[in-house]
């Protein structure tokens, strides 16, 4: 198997980064998208697929014929409004959109009471799966009720319109009653993966100064209880929290300490009150969510979506871009509810489409490594959306083991998070999904909310390695470094030209930011353009090929990590003098986190480089969490840097990913240095 085309492959892409994020002259004159790729074989769709599919080719001509029309065409056929909206843009506000302003919605309504209504209460919204193998499934009535339920445990907690809830949970049903009954009562959540430690719980808590945090004892990963409540109770250890309110779920029956009138179980809340809740429209501007994403600087930056816009563009894009046939699909989506991937399209592009779906709680090796496949035969899963880095890892274990189930309900394939590189994108489509399954390629952010670019699956000749084309009602540019657009085949930065619907409204608490962020780099006068971050070419074709962030944000299997927040971590150690650190390529993370550390001068020799490095590393992931972890630290006497004091990554990075070093080694500062000399000349 191609491990080291993957591996080829993988540099590429990494080379293109360099490039794209210094913009220099050879990026900009990138060669033959075929050489870039690897990879020339087309996919059309067949007649049979183009035939029942939900989007059909007119869709890209009537969005275009009137951009503003189509979207407000799609927030009336696919959304319940309480109160219906007659202004759907107000881009007056620039660069903060009103979409559907004058509208009033019950996002929780939208995805729960009306398939109820409408006689799809029998319906299975959710078959769950424990990592344990215990199950539950709740029908679209079962699960409406238990919102209800916990809409009103948490009014009862004073939990009102505007109010920020902190929800730190394991992929269990829980945590999506939890967020649905935010969303129904106005209140803002705020999820924080689970994965994330202490620190960055409290941080995040005290950010959006949050009233209440929704959590469980525990959850299972890895065949093992992962304690979640001993993570709240550090979080909120300190002075001067704004939580009034611990709520628990009972889910890992682990130890857990308990603080008398803060900390209250969900199941005895759950028991106390009314079944009945009537939702209320909010107006659709009404903040839904916060989430927190990693920047170019240290602190993480509070992204907030609002309600109906978001709403309309989650439900769109997942209906379309998988061709979701509610009454028969099965949808399995692998994303933790933590990240923007599971916001949209495990919680509310699902259930606001009636979708049925699977939800799994643990590791996909855990307790073989064909669990997911097993999950994909027991449920018939028919669309199924992952991220590269999973793909990869199963390649790597090799295709006996999908093969040995029955993967045949599979009919579309979805992959986010990072560029799919051609190998990976065959193997998908010829392994999982027999050789015949579209794959969509979804290019979004947790800013954009939904899914920006992606093919169209009865519609798009697929391409493997390129996430093709924008989304009906969603335009796309490709800039150079002035502010033109660039033509094909070269290659540039990639914004957003007209405002779309779930859009960020801002950074929590930070507008400053916000505007600086994603606006400053290419609006001028009232054209505003929203700034991704990312690198992209476009081929002959017309279609578009992701480069990877051009700022100092690394993907590690498909998560955003900030290296300044990695580099903040490690400084925050008393050994630590100085830190720097460097996305590498990596065979199975797409990147990782690589460390360059110089120890204060009173700890030199006061551990071996070996030891050092060990402590590192765990004090990363205790700080951040454990995806921070660094696959390696670097001991170094000295960090190369420019003149004028700048720490020159490039060169960190050349030689982060110009050997091939274990989990553990570590350099000695000579040799370190000697490399970066030897690239200096
Ligand atoms: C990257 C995840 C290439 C990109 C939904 C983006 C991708 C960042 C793709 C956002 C894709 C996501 N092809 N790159 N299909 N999908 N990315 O906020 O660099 O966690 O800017 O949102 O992931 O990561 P985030």
Same mark, same amino acid.
């Given at each position: 198997?191609?491990?080291?085309?993957?591996?080829?492959?993988?540099?590429?892409?990494?080379?293109?980064?360099?490039?794209?994020?210094?913009?220099?002259?050879?990026?900009?004159?990138?060669?033959?998208?075929?050489?870039?790729? /690897?990879?020339?074989?087309?996919?059309?769709?067949?007649?049979?697929?183009?035939?029942?599919?939900?989007?059909?080719?007119?869709? %890209?001509?009537?969005?275009?014929?009137?951009?503003?029309?189509?979207?407000?065409?799609?927030?009336? +056929?696919?959304?319940?409004? /309480?109160? #219906?909206?007659?202004?759907?843009? +107000?881009?007056?506000?620039?660069?903060?959109?009103?979409?559907?302003?004058?509208?009033?919605?019950?996002?929780?309504?939208?995805?729960?009471?009306?398939?109820?209504?409408?006689?799809?209460?029998?319906?299975?919204?959710?078959?769950?799966?424990?990592?344990?193998?215990?199950?539950?499934?709740?029908?679209?009535?079962?699960?409406?009720?238990?919102?209800?339920? *916990?809409?009103?445990?948490?009014? &009862?907690?004073?939990?009102?319109?505007?109010?920020?809830?902190?929800?730190?949970?394991?992929?269990?049903?829980?945590?999506?009653?939890?967020?649905?009954?935010?969303?129904?009562?106005?209140?803002?959540?705020?999820?924080?993966?689970?994965?994330?430690?202490?620190?960055?719980?409290?941080?995040?808590?005290?950010?959006?100064?949050?009233?209440?945090?929704?959590?469980?004892?525990?959850?299972?990963?890895?065949?093992?209880?992962?304690?979640?409540?001993?993570?709240?109770?550090? *979080?909120?250890?300190?002075?001067?929290?704004?939580?009034?309110?611990?709520?628990?779920?009972?889910?890992?029956?682990? =130890?857990?300490?308990?603080?008398?009138?803060?900390?209250?179980?969900?199941?005895?809340?759950?028991?106390?009150?009314?079944?009945?809740?009537?939702?209320?429209?909010? =107006?659709?501007?009404?903040?839904?969510?916060?989430?927190?994403?990693?920047?170019?600087?240290?602190?993480?930056?509070?992204?907030?979506?609002?309600?109906?816009?978001?709403?309309?563009?989650?439900?769109?894009? /997942?209906?379309?871009?998988?061709?979701?046939?509610?009454?028969?699909?099965?949808?399995?989506?692998?994303?933790?509810?933590?990240?923007?991937?599971?916001?949209? %399209?495990?919680? %509310?592009?699902?259930?606001?489409?009636?979708?049925?779906?699977?939800?799994?709680?643990?590791?996909?090796?855990?307790?073989?490594?064909?669990?997911?496949?097993?999950?994909?035969?027991?449920?018939?899963?028919?669309?199924?959306?992952?991220?590269?880095?999973?793909?990869?890892?199963?390649?790597?274990? &090799?295709?006996?083991? #999908?093969?040995?189930?029955?993967?045949?309900?599979?009919?579309?394939?979805?992959?986010?998070?990072?560029?799919?590189?051609?190998?990976?994108?065959?193997?998908?489509?010829?392994?999982? !999904? $027999?050789?015949?399954? #579209?794959?969509?390629?979804?290019?979004?952010?947790?800013?954009?909310?939904?899914?920006?670019?992606? *093919?169209?699956?009865?519609?798009?000749?697929?391409?493997? !390695?390129?996430?093709?084309?924008?989304?009906?009602?969603?335009?796309?540019?490709?800039?150079?470094?002035? &502010?033109?657009?660039? +033509?094909?085949?070269?290659?540039?930065?990639?914004?957003?030209?007209?405002?779309?619907?779930?859009?960020?409204? !801002?950074?929590? !608490?930070?507008?400053?930011?916000?505007?600086?962020? %994603?606006?400053?780099?290419?609006? $001028?006068?009232?054209?505003?353009?929203?700034?991704?971050?990312?690198?992209?070419?476009?081929?002959?074709?017309?279609?578009?090929?992701?480069?990877?962030?051009?700022?100092?944000?690394?993907?590690?299997?498909?998560?955003?990590?900030?290296?300044?927040?990695?580099?903040?971590?490690?400084?925050?150690?008393?050994?630590?003098?100085? *830190?720097?650190?460097?996305?590498?390529?990596?065979?199975?993370?797409?990147?990782?986190?690589?460390?360059?550390?110089?120890?204060?001068?009173?700890?030199?020799? $006061?551990?071996?480089?070996?030891?050092?490095?060990?402590?590192?590393?765990?004090?990363?992931?205790?700080?951040?969490?454990?995806?921070?972890?660094?696959?390696?630290?670097?001991?170094?006497?000295?960090?190369?840097?420019?003149?004028?004091?700048?720490?020159?990554?490039?060169?960190?990075?050349?030689?982060?990913?110009?050997?091939?070093?274990?989990?553990?080694?570590?350099?000695?500062?000579?040799?370190?240095?000697?490399?970066?000399?030897?690239?200096?000349?």
């Amino acid at each position: 198997m191609g491990g080291s085309r993957i591996e080829r492959f993988t540099c590429t892409y990494s080379s293109r980064f360099l490039a794209v994020r210094e913009i220099d002259e050879d990026l900009m004159s990138t060669n033959s998208i075929d050489s870039l790729l /690897h990879e020339s074989r087309r996919f059309p769709p067949t007649a049979e697929f183009s035939a029942g599919a939900i989007a059909k080719p007119e869709i %890209y001509d009537e969005a275009k014929a009137d951009r503003v029309g189509f979207w407000a065409d799609q927030a009336r +056929d696919l959304l319940h409004w /309480h109160k #219906p909206f007659t202004e759907t843009l +107000d881009w007056s506000g620039a660069p903060v959109a009103r979409w559907f302003g004058d509208g009033e919605l019950n996002v929780a309504y939208n995805c729960l009471d009306r398939h109820v209504e409408s006689g799809n209460g029998d319906r299975v919204a959710i078959h769950w799966e424990g990592e344990p193998g215990d199950t539950r499934s709740l029908t679209y009535a079962e699960l409406t009720a238990e919102v209800k339920r *916990a809409a009103n445990v948490l009014a &009862g907690l004073g939990i009102g319109k505007g109010d920020r809830v902190a929800i730190y949970m394991p992929v269990i049903p829980e945590a999506v009653v939890a967020m649905l009954a935010v969303a129904r009562l106005g209140a803002v959540h705020s999820v924080v993966f689970g994965g994330f430690s202490s620190e960055s719980l409290r941080s995040r808590i005290d950010d959006a100064s949050a009233k209440l945090v929704i959590t469980a004892d525990g959850g299972w990963r890895k065949g093992k209880v992962f304690p979640l409540k001993a993570a709240v109770d550090g *979080a909120l250890a300190a002075e001067g929290s704004t939580v009034e309110h611990v709520l628990v779920v009972r889910r890992g029956e682990n =130890e857990v300490e308990w603080s008398e009138g803060r900390d209250l179980w969900w199941h005895d809340e759950m028991a106390k009150v009314a079944a009945e809740h009537v939702a209320e429209g909010f =107006e659709a501007e009404n903040p839904l969510f916060i989430l927190y994403t990693s920047g170019t600087t240290g602190k993480p930056k509070g992204i907030l979506h609002t309600s109906g816009g978001y709403l309309t563009q989650v439900a769109f894009t /997942h209906k379309n871009v998988f061709d979701l046939h509610p009454e028969r699909d099965v949808y399995w989506c692998t994303a933790d509810v933590g990240w923007i991937t599971g916001h949209s %399209y495990v919680v %509310y592009g699902p259930l606001a489409n009636g979708a049925t779906q699977v939800m799994y709680e643990g590791t996909p090796d855990t307790p073989h490594p064909g669990r997911w496949w097993e999950l994909i035969e027991k449920y018939k899963v028919s669309i199924f959306y992952t991220a590269p880095t999973a793909i990869r890892s199963f390649m790597k274990l &090799g295709r006996e083991i #999908p093969d040995g189930f029955d993967l045949s309900s599979i009919r579309v394939l979805g992959s986010v998070g990072e560029p799919i590189n051609p190998e990976a994108w065959i193997w998908y489509r010829d392994v999982i !999904g $027999a050789g015949t399954a #579209p794959i969509v390629d979804t290019w979004w952010q947790t800013e954009t909310g939904g899914i920006m670019i992606s *093919a169209l699956p009865g519609i798009t000749t697929l391409k493997p !390695g390129s996430a093709q084309v924008p989304m009906p009602g969603i335009k796309i540019d490709i800039l150079g470094e002035d &502010g033109t657009r660039v +033509d094909p085949p070269q290659g540039g930065l990639l914004v957003v030209s007209e405002p779309w619907p779930s859009m960020l409204r !801002g950074i929590w !608490g930070d507008p400053e930011r916000f505007r600086e962020t %994603y606006w400053s780099r290419f609006s $001028a006068g009232d054209t505003w353009k929203y700034f991704a971050g990312d690198g992209a070419h476009v081929d002959s074709d017309g279609d578009i090929v992701l480069l990877g962030r051009v700022d100092d944000v690394m993907n590690v299997s498909g998560h955003r990590l900030s290296t300044q927040e990695i580099e903040s971590a490690l400084v925050s150690h008393p050994m630590v003098a100085e *830190a720097a650190v460097v996305g590498a390529a990596d065979e199975a993370t797409g990147q990782a986190v690589v460390a360059f550390v110089i120890l204060r001068s009173d700890q030199e020799g $006061a551990q071996t480089v070996d030891e050092a490095s060990t402590i590192l590393r765990a004090h990363v992931a205790q700080q951040i969490g454990a995806i921070a972890r660094p696959r390696q630290v670097f001991i170094v006497a000295e960090l190369p840097k420019t003149r004028s004091g700048k720490i020159m990554r490039r060169l960190l990075q050349d030689v982060a990913e110009g050997r091939e070093l274990g989990d553990t080694t570590t350099l000695t500062d000579t040799s370190v240095m000697q490399i970066i000399t030897d690239k200096l000349n």
